[in-house]
């Protein structure tokens, strides 16, 4: 491995649209001693054509069918030989300065593992200045929220999954097995909130410094659709479904027993809910119920992985939740 190779890592599906202006934001960074993997998940538009005719100096892994958002990142990572990892978004765009200065916060502090910053709505490939998210946590009823004060350096449970800048050794630390960094198991959503409990549980911080800046087409990837009702049904399915997987494979049975009012009342309140709003998402969300079940004695054989090897304490943890609401 280099010590100051940064290795950028994209994960394209179908990003054509995207592409160019984000290899641009890389090529733009005054860090200079960068590589760029991209990993193609079994993109069916011209985005491979389009990289190997206008970025053949760019290294290209083609994947020949979609394996998911977190493996998909997994082979661009084992690939990789730098000793900081950039995860980044085909959607996504960052500052000049991104890299500088997350690789300056990464070396200051051992015990950090990750670093991020604002993220500013994209509409297209144009640019606003409307921020979208910054530092998150988790309220009680497991759902992600931003916290307050986007101008404010603070450490954080997580910060925006479009571009995370880690370090490896923080990745090999956590790793479920040989090069499990995000879990497999995760084909799309929640795999980076539990990246973050993963990493938190073994000690390592997380770092909001706001005067990183990122571009982001929030949900590119599936025509803009944000809400959950709006998605297709197996992406609605698997978001359900991987939000109990994160509960149970990464919360101390103290924390859940604390949380369990909260969850029971949002489970008794989302069904009906989901009834009113949408009878598929009410379908998919028993689905998600079905393959929690299903995946019990691998979510569980996880789980006594990650929590034997936990190094905080429970009140720590408990402070990257907020509240109830």
């Given at each position: 491995?280099?010590?100051?190779?940064?290795?950028?890592?994209?994960?394209?599906?179908?990003?054509?649209?995207?592409?160019?202006?984000?290899?641009?934001?890389?090529?733009?960074?005054?860090?200079?001693?960068?590589?760029?993997?991209?990993?193609?998940?079994?993109?069916?538009?011209?985005?491979?054509?389009?990289?190997?005719?206008?970025?053949?100096?760019?290294?290209?892994?083609?994947?020949?069918?979609?394996?998911?958002?977190?493996?998909?990142?997994?082979?661009?990572?084992?690939?990789?030989?730098?000793?900081?990892?950039?995860?980044?978004?085909?959607?996504?765009?960052?500052?000049?300065?991104?890299?500088?200065?997350?690789?300056?916060?990464?070396?200051?502090?051992?015990?950090?593992?990750?670093?991020?910053?604002?993220?500013?709505?994209?509409?297209?490939?144009?640019?606003?200045?409307?921020?979208?998210?910054?530092?998150?946590?988790?309220?009680?009823?497991?759902?992600?929220?931003?916290?307050?004060?986007?101008d404010t350096r603070q450490n954080a449970l997580m910060v925006s999954p479009c571009a995370m800048l880690l370090?490896?050794?923080?990745?090999?630390?956590?790793?479920?097995?040989?090069?499990?960094?995000?879990?497999?198991?995760?084909?799309?959503?929640?795999?980076?909130?539990?990246?973050?409990?993963r990493l938190l549980l073994r000690g390592w911080k997380c770092l909001?410094?706001?005067?990183?800046?990122?571009?982001?087409?929030?949900?590119?990837?599936?025509?803009?659709?944000?809400?959950?009702?709006?998605?297709?049904?197996?992406?609605?399915?698997?978001?359900?479904?991987?939000?109990?997987?994160?509960?149970?494979?990464?919360?101390?049975?103290?924390?859940?027993?604390?949380?369990?009012?909260?969850?029971?009342?949002?489970?008794?309140?989302?069904?009906?809910?989901?009834?009113?709003?949408?009878?598929?998402?009410?379908?998919?969300?028993?689905?998600?119920?079905?393959?929690?079940?299903?995946?019990?004695?691998?979510?569980?054989?996880?789980?006594?992985?990650?929590?034997?090897?936990?190094?905080?304490?429970?009140?720590?943890?408990?402070?990257?939740?907020?509240?109830?609401?």
């Amino acid at each position: 491995m280099q010590t100051d190779l940064v290795s950028v890592i994209i994960l394209n599906w179908n990003g054509t649209q995207y592409l160019p202006s984000c290899i641009e934001s890389i090529h733009s960074q005054t860090y200079k001693n960068i590589e760029i993997i991209i990993v193609d998940n079994g993109s069916t538009d011209d985005s491979v054509a389009l990289l190997q005719r206008d970025y053949p100096q760019i290294s290209l892994i083609i994947n020949e069918c979609n394996v998911g958002f977190a493996q998909g990142m997994n082979i661009g990572i084992s690939a990789s030989r730098g000793e900081i990892v950039l995860l980044l978004n085909e959607d996504a765009c960052l500052d000049p300065h991104f890299v500088t200065l997350g690789v300056e916060e990464l070396k200051l502090d051992e015990s950090l593992a990750w670093v991020g910053g604002r993220v500013f709505e994209m509409i297209g490939c144009a640019r606003t200045d409307v921020v979208i998210n910054a530092a998150f946590a988790l309220k009680r009823r497991f759902q992600l929220t931003t916290l307050p004060g986007t101008d404010t350096r603070q450490n954080a449970l997580m910060v925006s999954p479009c571009a995370m800048l880690l370090k490896r050794a923080a990745l090999n630390d956590i790793a479920l097995d040989g090069h499990n960094y995000l879990d497999s198991l995760y084909f799309a959503y929640w795999e980076d909130t539990d990246l973050a409990l993963r990493l938190l549980l073994r000690g390592w911080k997380c770092l909001f410094a706001p005067e990183m800046c990122v571009w982001h087409a929030v949900s590119g990837s599936v025509g803009g659709k944000r809400r959950l009702t709006d998605k297709p049904p197996m992406f609605q399915r698997m978001s359900l479904s991987n939000r109990y997987r994160t509960i149970i494979k990464n919360v101390p049975i103290t924390l859940a027993l604390e949380m369990l009012p909260v969850l029971i009342l949002v489970e008794l309140m989302i069904l009906p809910y989901f009834a009113i709003k949408s009878l598929q998402t009410m379908r998919c969300s028993l689905g998600a119920v079905l393959d929690t079940v299903r995946a019990l004695p691998v979510i569980l054989k996880q789980r006594n992985c990650i929590l034997e090897r936990r190094k905080i304490s429970v009140k720590e943890l408990r402070g990257y939740f907020r509240g109830v609401i």
